[in-house]
């Protein structure tokens, strides 16, 4: 079902706006219209943050259709002449700038320029610079418009020339035509220091020729010399269309409601999400989003030592979506959200596409033959899935939320675009990478995943334990060594984090609710199921330890703040580290009965393989978060045989 929009625009009219409703590009341009009211802001402000500031918890929990709840925009803005920077809080009721604040020592993520709009604009001035030709003319590069800079965050190694100054690390490849793909030829050895606010070259670094890769790595369809021949349509039909609805950002699904929500930095949010049980819709997470993420690599040479993209809080996931496109990132009855995104001047815009929601067949839910009495009982299993897409660079990542019928939530990344590429002498083999063509590597890097989960757990009032499975000792009671039981710590305060994954445990931890007791008499619980997961191989007193804290350990908890979102800090652009969770954990809070909010971080190991090039085919990572003890029973009997021959009795054969 793609929405026409005239039928979207006469649905948004009728609904009330809700207090966690994304601004829309009415808001923002309002609330960029007070900001810039701000004289510190200067003539040309550029925007870093434009979002709703959401209301405090209670007023929404509370929140009836009709309320009044204040309606607040929160902005981070640039001054580039002078580098300051600001925080403004503007009201949307009565359209004042509420606060100013000035912010030291901080660099926002990435905005270029104070005259571009656009990076391609600004890569087109470095990229005709007399002293950049002549570094590309070294390499016998003759033709400046075949050249492509990536800017990179260019972290932070305590050079003092850096200081205060808002620079980005351009990164360099040559194109062999002005379409074919670029990555295949890196320029090793060749970078250009940009100083952002000043959208000029600040340092053109050489570490010295390379030759440039001599093949070509072509994915694109216009290369492909034939296409496999065998493959017969698939088709998603739904001839009564989904099973969801959709009242503007509020999804109901079955025995699922939730909210769809979204930011540029987080990209896609998911609040309030409930389960119908018994008849009441009981509450299991107050808000989830990706708070942070961060992809350090592993070689030693050149500057590739710089390389730990925080593509969250540095770049702006939400920033980079893609619009999806029917029947190619989407099969079968899709509903697209539209997003108000903003450019650096705050001029406001919808992207159209960005979020996709759809159902799935997912295999079987649950089945059980009963020989004896010759009866089969088999159930579908169907999930909802909510996602977007994003390109940051050479790299694309899908965001994927699943709902499940049994009450299950899995969180889902995909991983694929194209592997960071670097060039090395014909007959180098790279210690730290992979070859993935002749003198192309691709370095050994890791991708972490932090997602911030607002817990909700029946209420607000939660604990958390970790669940450990061990092998009883041999006792009079365990005379054959086969005992095994569970052993349940409760972590009671934010110094008992962060916690490590331990698969030889089988270990997992859960959210449970003291004052809400299951059929057993036992805490209702959720538990955060590991998935794939891996630590840093970076030694301790490497930079990125200190300003990517969130990967040295996996289960992390705190008490509930609401300014504390993002697991790095508000600020990792260009920080030294020290900032987010480390940070506030350091005040120890009781966690026992609190509102508690888990961050849980997830590392996806990448050792290119040859498969990857030259466009990675989708790896996945991620985590469940599914119900222990939640449920009195298994919660999807209800769900209906898909057809007569699903609950077959006697002599039918399924
Ligand atoms: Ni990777």
């Known amino acids: 079902m793609v929405v026409d929009d005239k039928v979207k625009e006469a649905v948004a009219e009728e609904v009330a706006q809700h207090p966690l409703d994304p601004l829309s590009v009415e808001e923002i ?57 600001y925080e403004l809080l503007v009201s949307l009721d009565t359209d004042e700038l509420l606060e100013s604040k000035h912010i030291t020592g901080v660099q926002p993520a990435f905005i270029f320029g104070d005259q571009e709009t656009n990076f391609l604009e600004f890569e087109s001035k470095i990229k005709h610079d007399t002293r950049f030709v002549a570094a590309l003319n070294r390499r016998g590069i003759t033709n400046p418009d075949l050249v492509m800079i990536d800017p990179w965050p260019i972290s932070n190694f305590g050079n003092k020339s850096e200081e205060g100054k808002r ?62 021949t065998d493959l017969k349509p698939i088709e998603i039909t739904q001839p009564e269309g989904p099973s969801f609805t959709v009242t503007g950002n509020e999804v109901k699904w079955q025995k699922w409601q939730l909210r769809v929500g979204y930011t540029p930095r987080e990209g896609l949010v998911i609040h309030n999400v409930t389960y119908e049980d018994q008849g009441k819709a009981r509450p299991i997470l107050y808000r989830g989003a990706l708070s942070e993420m961060v992809v350090p690599y ?37 509903y697209y959200f539209d997003v108000s995104l903003y450019d650096i001047t705050g001029k406001a815009g919808i992207q159209k596409n ?28 169907r999930r909802l899935v909510v996602s977007f897409f994003t390109t940051v660079g050479n790299y694309e990542y899908g965001f994927f939320w699943y709902f499940y019928q049994d009450g299950s939530i899995d969180y889902q990344v995909k991983l694929t675009g194209v592997v960071n590429s670097s060039a090395v002498p014909p007959n180098v083999k790279p210690k730290n990478g992979t070859l993935v063509a002749p003198q192309v590597v691709a370095h050994n890097h890791q ?76 805490p209702v619980s959720y538990k955060i199921a590991p998935g794939e997961n891996v630590l840093p191989f970076h030694h301790d007193d490497a930079v990125i330890m200190k300003r990517a804290a969130f990967m040295t350990g996996h289960m992390w908890a705190t008490e509930y703040d609401r300014d504390e979102m993002f697991a790095a800090g508000n600020y990792p652009n260009q920080h030294a580290g020290g900032d987010g969770l480390p940070k506030w954990m350091s005040g120890n809070r009781n966690l026992e009965d609190k509102d508690v909010v888990i961050w849980y971080t997830f590392g996806h190991n990448h050792i290119p393989r040859l498969e990857d ?9 991620g985590f469940s978060i599914r119900p222990s003890g939640f449920f009195d029973r298994n919660p999807a009997l209800d769900v209906p045989p898909s057809s007569a021959h699903c609950n077959c009795q006697g002599e039918c054969k399924c």
Not at 32 to 55: C, S
Not at 59 to 82: I, S
Not at 201 to 210: C, K, L, N, R, T
Not at 613 to 621: E, K
């Open 447 to 522: 991708h972490y995943f932090n997602v911030r989960l607002d817990m909700m757990v029946d209420g607000q009032q939660n604990s958390v334990y970790e669940v450990d499975t061990v092998r009883d000792p041999i006792s009079a009671d365990n005379q054959h060594g086969n005992a095994f039981s569970v052993k349940k710590t409760v972590l009671s305060e934010e110094n008992d984090f962060p916690r490590k994954v331990d698969p030889f445990a089988a270990r997992y931890w859960t959210v449970a609710n003291h004052s809400s007791h299951n059929y057993m008499g036992e």
């Open 167 to 228: 620079l980005a690390v351009g990164r360099c490849w040559v194109r062999r035509e002005r379409t074919d793909n670029g990555y295949a030829r890196p320029i090793e050895g060749l970078s250009v220091i940009i100083d952002l606010n000043k959208s000029e070259i600040f340092e053109i670094q050489d570490f010295g020729v390379v030759p440039i890769p001599p093949e070509d790595g072509n994915y694109a369809a216009r290369y492909q010399e034939s296409f496999r």
């Open 29 to 85: 341009d309002r609330a960029v219209g007070i900001a810039k009211t701000d004289t510190h802001l200067g003539e040309t402000p550029l925007f870093e943050t434009i979002v709703m500031r959401e209301p405090d918890k209670e007023q929404v929990l509370n929140y009836q259709t009709g309320n009044h709840v204040p309606r607040e925009a929160f902005l981070v803005a640039l001054n580039p002449k002078n580098g300051e920077v």
């Open 354 to 381: 960005v979020i996709c929601m759809h159902e799935e067949d997912f295999g079987v839910l649950w089945k059980h033959t009963d020989n004896r009495i010759g009866e089969t009982e088999v159930r579908r299993s």
């Open 298 to 334: 592993g070689d030693p040479t050149n500057d590739h030592y710089k390389k730990q993209v925080f593509d969250s809080g540095e770049v702006g996931i939400g920033k980079c979506a893609n619009s999806l496109e029917l029947g190619c990132d989407c099969l079968g009855e899709i």
């Open 613 to 621: 090039w030259p466009v990675m085919p989708v790896a996945y990572t």
